[in-house]
């Protein structure tokens, strides 16, 4: 069983260390002090196999505890580990020159803490052994003065026997400096042999302590050259040797080879600080540093500090398209083209997935700062060559600046996403400084996400309805139902004010369905309290197509209302059926099995669905407002003739949407349009005021040839 003694005022850390402690080995029991004086109290009387003190205690620092330990029979050698947030060399120096085996900075890194507690567990292990044998052996020699000189051979034998078998330089030297006893393994490593004075001027100084003082020395750590110019690390530890009568006659050097545990702790540390796949400092680290500048003065004087966040343009769809490999290979070109774009005083960090900074310290200026931002945009859109392709990116970035845009690393890098977020909105491959009024934004954008989570459930969404009317006897045939948000009385929000935010939210799919029953609801009223079968359009977004179970959807809304299918038209966008085209042709039969009709709405904006309308079951096509608004273009008005043709040719109907002015209206009728939708024919209205409209059964604009 192994002993582990922690001294810490603070009980959080001592609750920590402890329990660190605990976990290396099953059989490890931890005995814990606040108090350092009472620790010593405790380690005279009983014995420990390691100690873990706080460098900064007000009883007693953690050197002069070393130092005492140090001076106690019963753990003079027991290897000690002093933990400390000063990273300062004088404080280590302290540590090291009052016996301290090793030194760990906090906050501590667990893994690592725990490497150096087994190992120091491990090597104390080892010095018991050779201390136990040593001593069995010297006891032996006492027991034996027959034959004393033909047993002192025997027992050198065994002795040197015992002691080449272990891995471990071990060596001897007298009171003059002369070596008398070098083991195989330090023989091998090092060439030293027995008789000679040693060459080594430091450790003859050790040994001199140890002469003088008849005490051993604590362990220590040394970089050795081997014989064949090799460097390794050795744990050190030097032993008084005594004469029978108890006299100092020598020193007793034995020295543990560490360095595979030495590139352990490195490459841990290493490991903490870095990114696994560029190598560059990660987000951790990245703040440790921001928060060193700023905490030491990064703005005293003329200069600058600017975090240049930076995201690659459609990284996704390089993964997608070309793979993870080529995504990872392009992440680490993209690593080593920015280290090469900054100074050698700055600072390259990947946050995570295509996300990248720099850290500009002493920026001249606000135009040295976007003078750097406007050399990373350019670099970045020089190609790549991965795997023989050429893969050609953009960058977006922000920027915030110290002093100005943040006081500490989270809030400047913060504010610096939020710019970048600005300039990807804004069309990417750019760079944006950072202003109040996009946190002003964020923060509202926050306060809008939290109030639609309530909104359902407070039922503050409303349908308003805009009327669709025939061209030919100009009455109502059927009305889109829009929603509404009131937020609070007198405030109405239309769609664009909240939707885009409820799609990032994940919030679309719930006011979709929500839409959709509110709608059929509403239809079914109409019916079965004015007798008036009116078909009610209703739009389906791009994200609640593509999550699937559209059909599911309808058909639970059409239960639950009982509205006849064919009273229900579902709009889908030129968007929808871009996007995925087989999975859009699969729903639409889906739901034309359903009975419900189905419009192509924003016709005219896409490029690529033409080909496939013949092979659709659609029953409308709504021409895009862009087209009508610009009518008198004749460009626009041969796109209108053709929709129109083309329509015709399909027995599709076709709606003119954004009707404005009477005129529009003369010209989408004599385009040859079947229905028409807009401001001039009808503004979106509430519930009560639709159904008033309907009640009056009259002709909103002339009919045809009137």
């Not at 100074?343 to 960090?349: K, L, Q, T, W, Y």
């Not at 295509?354 to 406007?374: G, M, N, T, Y």
């Not at 045939?477 to 109405?492: D, N």
Request: aromatic share 6%.
């Amino acid at each position: 069983m192994a002993f582990i003694v922690v001294v810490d005022d603070s009980l959080a850390n001592l609750a920590i260390y402890s329990r660190l402690a605990a976990s290396v080995e099953p059989t490890v029991s931890v005995c814990t002090f606040t108090d350092p004086l009472r620790a010593l109290d405790w380690l005279a009387a009983n014995t420990a196999d390691l100690v873990i003190t706080d460098y900064m205690m007000p009883a007693l620092h953690g050197a002069e505890l070393t130092r005492r330990i140090r001076s106690l029979p019963s753990a003079s050698d027991v290897p000690v580990i002093v933990v400390t947030a000063y990273a300062d060399r004088d404080f280590r120096l302290e540590a090291y020159g009052a016996g301290a085996s090793d030194f760990v900075q906090s906050p501590i890194d667990h893994s690592e803490f725990r490497m150096r507690v087994r190992n120091l567990l491990q090597l104390g292990g080892h010095q018991r052994l050779i201390r136990d044998r040593a001593r069995a052996l010297e006891q032996e020699l006492k027991q034996t003065e027959e034959s004393r000189e033909q047993v002192l051979r025997d027992s050198r034998e065994r002795l040197a026997q015992v002691i080449d078998t272990i891995p471990a330089m071990i060596s001897a030297t007298d009171s003059e400096g002369r070596c008398i006893f070098v083991n195989a393994y330090r023989a091998a490593l090092l060439g030293d042999r027995a008789g000679r004075p040693s060459d080594d001027a430091e450790s003859a100084r050790l040994d001199r302590l140890v002469l003088a003082s008849g005490r051993p020395l604590a362990a220590f750590e040394e970089d050795v050259i081997l014989l064949n110019d090799e460097i390794r690390t050795f744990l050190t530890s030097k032993s008084p040797l005594r004469e029978a009568g108890g006299q100092v006659a020598g020193v007793l050097s034995m020295s543990l080879d560490i360095s595979e545990r030495k590139r352990s702790e490195a490459k841990l540390a290493f490991q903490a600080k870095h990114d696994y796949l560029t190598s560059l400092p990660n987000r951790s680290y990245l703040f440790h540093r921001l928060a060193q500048l700023l905490g030491g003065g990064a703005d005293a004087g003329q200069s600058l500090l600017a975090l240049h966040f930076i995201d690659l343009d459609r990284f996704k769809c390089i993964n997608d398209g070309l793979g993870h490999h080529v995504g990872d290979c392009l992440l680490k070109a993209v690593a080593a083209r920015l280290q090469d774009a900054a100074r050698s005083g700055d600072m390259v960090a990947r946050l995570g997935g295509d996300e990248f900074a720099i850290l500009q310290a002493d920026a001249a200026s606000l135009a040295d700062v976007a003078q750097l931002a406007e050399r990373l945009n350019q670099l970045m859109l020089k190609p790549f060559v991965i795997d023989g392709r050429e893969i050609v990116i953009s960058a977006s970035i922000g920027v915030t600046v110290h002093p100005g845009d943040g006081d500490g690393p989270e809030e400047l890098l913060r504010n610096a996403d939020l710019a970048m977020y600005q300039i990807k909105a804004s069309g990417r491959n750019g760079f944006q400084f950072f202003d109040q009024e996009m946190l002003a934004r964020a923060r509202a954008e926050v306060q809008l996400q939290a109030a639609l989570r309530g909104a359902l459930a407070r039922d503050e969404f409303e349908l308003h309805y805009q009327p669709q009317l025939d061209l030919r006897s100009g009455r109502i045939i059927g009305t889109e139902a829009l929603i509404r948000w009131r937020r609070a009385p007198g405030e109405l929000l239309a769609p664009a004010d909240f939707l885009p935010v409820a799609a990032e939210s994940g919030l679309m799919a719930e006011i979709d369905d929500w839409v959709l029953l509110a709608a059929c609801r509403e239809a079914r009223r109409w019916l079965d309290r004015d007798g008036i079968g009116l078909r009610i359009s209703v739009n389906v977004s791009v994200l609640h197509a593509r999550t699937g179970g559209l059909q599911s959807r309808v058909a639970r809304a059409l239960q639950a209302s009982s509205l006849p299918p064919a009273l229900l038209e579902l709009e889908l966008t030129e968007g929808v059926l871009l996007q995925d085209a087989n999975h859009a042709a699969e729903d639409i039969e889906a739901l034309h099995r359903l009975g419900v009709r189905i419009s192509i709405d924003d016709f005219g904006t896409g490029f690529s669905s033409l080909g496939r309308l013949a092979s659709l079951r659609v029953d409308r096509l709504k021409i895009d407002k862009s087209f009508i608004q610009t009518l008198d273009d004749t460009n626009s008005l041969a796109i209108v003739r053709a929709v129109v043709s083309l329509g015709r040719a399909l027995r599709i109907e076709v709606v003119a949407e954004g009707v404005e002015t009477a005129a529009r209206l003369q010209q989408v009728r004599d385009a040859g349009c079947d229905a028409v939708q807009g401001f001039y024919t009808g503004r979106p209205v509430a519930s009560e005021e639709f159904t008033r409209l309907l009640a009056r059964d009259t002709t909103l604009v002339p009919a045809e040839g009137t």
